[in-house]
């Protein structure tokens, strides 16, 4: 057994940050990309905005499609709102589907509410960024 140190930058996401985020991609050994359950528009900003952008910092960095908000998806009041605007939480499958068409190392789904698939991510995380060979004691950085 040995250990294991995470070092974790929450990268802000909007437009006023376009230009100082990619100070935060070197030395990277992977990336989570995560969207909200509770946000179709939030998937669809993956393939548009956030794959585009890593691939060109991070080519080669294994990147994890995790889904937030898990506990989200059969709450009544969040599918009330999302239907007024003729929309429904992210499903699976649509989150599988997703993972596949950026090539991602894996797709999780969490909630940091009820904590549900927390630990599996970093875990993956973990594994993802130690398949890729570094030098020998150095910690791993997500992204």
């Known amino acids: 057994m040995f250990q294991v140190e995470l070092a974790l930058w929450d990268?802000?996401?909007?437009?006023?940050?376009?230009?100082?985020?990619?100070?935060?991609?070197?030395?990277t050994d992977v990336?989570?990309?995560?969207f909200s359950i509770d946000s179709p528009d939030s998937l669809e900003n993956?393939?548009?905005k956030w794959t585009p952008e890593v691939k060109h910092?991070?080519?080669?960095?294994?990147?994890?499609l995790v889904g937030n908000k898990k506990d989200t998806r059969n709450d009544e009041n969040t599918k009330r709102e999302?239907?007024?605007m003729k929309q429904e939480p992210v499903r699976?499958?649509?989150g599988r589907s997703m993972s596949?068409?950026?090539?991602a190392f894996s797709y999780l789904e969490c909630s940091a509410k009820t904590k549900e698939g927390v630990r599996e991510v970093f875990e993956t995380a973990?594994?993802?960024?130690?398949?890729v060979k570094k030098k020998k004691g150095r910690g791993c950085q997500l992204l």
């Open 126 to 131: 973990t594994r993802a960024a130690l398949q």
């Open 82 to 84: 999302l239907m007024k």
């Open 11 to 27: 990268t802000a996401g909007q437009e006023d940050y376009d230009r100082l985020r990619p100070l935060s991609y070197p030395d």
């Open 46 to 48: 993956i393939p548009e």
């Open 57 to 64: 910092f991070c080519p080669n960095v294994p990147i994890i």
């Open 100 to 103: 596949e068409k950026i090539n």
């Open 92 to 94: 699976t499958d649509e």
């Open 31 to 34: 990336i989570l990309m995560c």
